[in-house]
């Protein structure tokens, strides 16, 4: 889908992309074969003719800095299917102290495999693995959790292409926090953790500094299912923004 979009060529906006579609040209290597076939000023049409050669080069390269920084934000969604082999599904907890606050564990799912890094334990590996991954998806992570990294660990590079599911769902009419959206779409979790959030994270915390194995576990699995779930979001959230787009 990646592969359809002109919105980040400078000077392109919805409108002449929408246009671009109509006069079905629907990928870039469509426009490559026959420039003219778009009905657009010389100029803008060499223009796009170079933006469309260097993006379809960039994106064999894999190279997520190009997309990354060229794509409106809103829709860095677009890029999930080209990049999702090296998605990262984050999510942070924290202390929760104003002033005083630091990274308690960071939940990474990969599409396979879900890894937890704790403070005092291994986080210090989580800094290097993060560099594997081209797109990060999050839930109100360009609020929350990336700044907050950002400000805790000034060192950590954070380029990736980045859908940040909050504003994404927003579109599609599903306002609230990621429980109350899993609940107006049937996502299940657990017993032990469907009743838990953000605030119970922070208790779990305190009560393991206090020698309770089981209450990290707890806050684990519950960390576990944040990041799984940002996955079935992210699927029914790129199928319906889609539709709604008009993407071919």
Same mark, same amino acid.
Request: hydrophobic share 40%; aromatic share 8%.
């Given at each position: 889908m990646l592969g359809s979009s002109f919105l980040h060529i400078p000077g392109v906006g919805p409108v002449t992309e929408s246009r671009i579609w109509e006069r079905g040209? *629907?990928?870039?290597?469509? /426009?490559?074969?026959?420039? !003219? !076939?778009?009905?657009?000023? &010389?100029?803008?049409?060499?223009h796009i003719t170079a !933006?469309?050669?260097?993006?379809?080069? =960039?994106?064999?390269?894999?190279?997520?800095?190009? /997309?990354?920084? =060229?794509?409106?934000?809103?829709?860095?969604?677009?890029?999930y &299917?080209? /990049?999702?082999?090296?998605?990262a599904y984050l999510d942070i907890e924290t202390t929760g102290l104003e002033g005083h606050d630091c990274v308690t564990m960071i939940g990474v799912y990969d599409g396979h495999d879900t890894r937890t890094y704790t403070r005092g334990q291994d986080f210090d590996e989580f800094f290097h693995d993060i560099g594997r991954f081209r797109l990060l998806v999050t839930f109100f992570g360009s609020g929350f959790?990336?700044? /907050?990294? =950002?400000?805790?660990?000034?060192?950590?590079?954070?380029?990736?292409?980045?859908?940040?599911?909050?504003? !994404? *769902? =927003?579109?599609?009419?599903?306002?609230g926090g990621l429980k109350?959206?899993?609940?107006?779409?049937?996502?299940?979790?657990? &017993?032990?953790?469907?009743?838990?959030?953000g605030w119970d994270a922070v208790r779990l915390w305190r009560e393991w500094e206090r020698?309770?194995?089981?209450?990290?576990? *707890?806050?684990?699995?519950? #960390?576990?299912?944040?990041?799984? #779930?940002?996955?079935?979001?992210l699927r029914y959230t790129y199928h319906h923004l889609r539709a709604k787009t008009g993407l071919p």
């Open positions: 040209i *629907l990928t870039w290597d469509q /426009f490559l074969a026959d420039p !003219a !076939a778009a009905g657009l000023s &010389p100029r803008m049409e060499a !933006a469309a050669a260097l993006s379809r080069d =960039r994106l064999r390269h894999e190279d997520h800095r190009f /997309f990354a920084t =060229r794509l409106p934000p809103r829709e860095h969604w677009r890029a &299917p080209e /990049f999702s082999h090296r998605a959790d990336l700044p /907050f990294l =950002r400000r805790r660990y000034p060192k950590l590079v954070l380029d990736q292409i980045h859908i940040d599911l909050c504003y !994404a *769902l =927003r579109r599609l009419g599903l306002k109350h959206i899993e609940h107006q779409l049937d996502i299940p979790r657990a &017993p032990e953790t469907e009743h838990l959030d020698g309770s194995q089981d209450a990290l576990d *707890l806050l684990k699995a519950y #960390n576990k299912e944040d990041v799984r #779930n940002l996955e079935t979001l």
